[in-house]
């Protein structure tokens, strides 16, 4: 198995424009979870899907972001319009629906709006 | 409201001796803890857990230990190696509440040669 694949790797953009970050995850992996990375708060859970639903999305900041999860093996995460304080590193997870067991995460896809 | 907290933001230790991360948590209803860890560019992978009916688990060079009353885990490195050098994030879940993990800021370890 591939693990978590996250695209892209890096996104530099302008303030003001759209931004949309991907996530396959592990074939097979009933949850999904996007995390965001900053020196300030470190990882923080945006919103996670159960077998394609949101469940959670109050980690999600401002209704400028955005997340939807149209099928098993795809998610995306929309940030629209962007602005600086929107850098950071964004994680996806995904993980089997068996209690206790850990997530697999992506290598993350670093946010920079300038 | 930071329901898991590592409070040493980094820590730097000689190579060979013991690394001690350590992490409170404000949540009762937590009954499991991961430690993950992470290289700079990657994701966090798995390291090591502890359920809440334990106080101690040991994988390798690697010892977690829970205290519940106190609330408080820790993750024992010995002996500490360079390539241990990274960000380790404690994470809890409570799993009556569905499968979500909650982390902590994380601690960057320094293993110095």
């Known amino acids: 198995d591939a693990g978590v694949i996250q695209s892209p790797r890096h996104e530099v953009t302008e303030m003001g424009q759209e931004v949309t970050l991907r996530c396959k995850p592990i074939s097979g992996h009933d949850y999904l979870f996007w995390y965001r990375q900053t020196m300030m708060r470190g990882l923080e859970l945006l919103i996670y899907?159960?077998?394609?639903?949101?469940?959670?999305d109050s980690g999600m900041p401002e209704d400028r972001f955005s997340a939807k999860m149209p099928n098993a093996s795809f998610s995306t995460l929309k940030i629209q319009p962007s602005e600086p304080r929107d850098s950071a590193v964004y994680f996806c997870a995904s993980s089997l629906a068996v209690q206790g067991v850990g997530y697999t995460f992506g290598s993350g896809t670093r946010l920079t709006v300038v | 409201d930071q329901q898991v907290k590592q409070n040493s933001p980094s820590l730097s230790v000689q190579e060979g001796r013991i690394s001690i991360l350590n992490c409170d948590y404000t949540?009762?209803?937590?009954?499991?803890f991961l430690w993950y860890k992470k290289y700079p560019a990657e994701g966090p992978t798995f390291l090591i857990s502890?359920?809440?009916?334990?106080d101690k688990n040991e994988d390798g060079r690697f010892t977690v230990f829970l205290n519940k009353s106190a609330k408080h885990l820790s993750l024992h490195i010995v002996p500490s190696q360079p390539g241990d050098s990274a960000v380790y994030f404690c994470a809890a879940i409570d799993n009556n509440a569905g499968n979500m993990l909650t982390f902590g800021g994380g601690t960057r370890l320094r293993v110095k040669p």
């Open positions: 899907f159960n077998n394609n639903v949101p469940i959670d």
């Open positions: 502890i359920s809440s009916i334990k």
């Open positions: 949540n009762s209803m937590f009954d499991y």
